[in-house]
């Protein structure tokens, strides 16, 4: 029966003989072994872009508000990595100083992600207090929006792996760290091609001014009707008041000028008094 070998043998077109190694004719073709000096030399790794600068220099625009052009400042740097650190502690700091509460390895890791797009046209756009914070850049985009927050799925080559982890982790670890604060991160398609990636946490109430405690002062119930009175009245003087509580007017100016000592209510000139700010807080405490 004919073997497997036998017909492999018999298949074989026939060809000019092989010359063996040495033996003159056109040269072997030579496979350097794996890890070899000779194969890392054929392997293709796309340099690193060099820093951008001048116009093309990534860029920081604060929003103070929306109906107000925003502040804009550039960031150069003599290298990536440089400006890997200058560009996350800067847009950082931009966020906090308008209230913001965006933890920094989030922005870091957004920063680091923009060497994907050789930092093309980049612009960190901070607003709402500092809440949200939009990352946009005219790189190759993102073609899987989904997957790209899924550990593991990177486009990292050999020498970004030099300035980053590149195995697929930075995006979900931010992704990860918003949602403990109850914020968002997404990816969008940016304008003219690249990406826009956005992060927001809740926009934070406006913190109410804080109101100057009311003076601790003791009042007799006379002395609280007396205020009330000229809290009604807008101002009063002895005779008014004295009409109004039953009282004698000598007794009412004694009264006032009491009140008068305890910078409660302050005299308008001709002979009447009105409350000052320290009698009204008195009396919202009171009432």
Request: include cysteine; proline fraction near 9%.
């Amino acid at each position: 029966m004919e073997s497997f070998l036998d017909r492999l043998l018999a298949e074989r077109p026939l060809s000019a003989p092989v010359t063996p190694p040495g033996a003159g004719g056109a040269p072997e073709a030579r496979v350097a072994p794996v890890g070899s000096a000779s194969a890392a030399a054929d392997v293709r790794v796309s340099p690193l872009p060099d820093a951008p600068t001048g116009l093309e220099a990534p860029r920081i625009a604060v929003y103070d508000t929306l109906t107000s052009p925003p502040r804009v400042v550039a960031i150069e740097e003599e290298d990536l990595p440089a400006l890997i650190s200058s560009l996350a502690e800067k847009s950082y700091h931009s966020c906090r100083e308008q209230g913001g509460q965006v933890p920094f390895t989030v922005i870091q890791e957004l920063i680091e992600n923009l060497l994907h797009a050789a930092f093309r046209d980049v612009v960190v756009t901070v607003l709402d207090n500092g809440q949200t914070i939009r990352i946009s850049d005219h790189g190759p985009g993102v073609d899987e929006k989904e997957r790209v927050f899924l550990p593991g799925f990177t486009t990292a080559t050999a020498e970004q792996r030099r300035l980053i982890r590149g195995v697929g982790s930075g995006l979900p670890i931010a992704r990860e760290a918003l949602h403990f604060l109850r914020g968002v991160l997404t990816v969008e398609d940016n304008l003219g091609g690249g990406a826009v990636f956005t992060i927001t946490l809740p926009t934070r109430p406006p913190e109410e001014p804080t109101r100057p405690a009311a003076p601790e002062v003791k009042l007799t119930t006379r002395q609280t009707k007396v205020l009330v009175l000229l809290m009604e009245l807008g101002s009063a003087g002895p005779k008014a008041l004295a009409r109004e509580l039953g009282i004698s007017p000598a007794t009412a100016f004694r009264e006032l000028n009491l009140l008068e000592q305890k910078r409660l209510i302050h005299s308008l000139g001709d002979g009447k008094r009105a409350l000052r700010e320290g009698g009204l807080r008195l009396l919202d405490s009171i009432l």
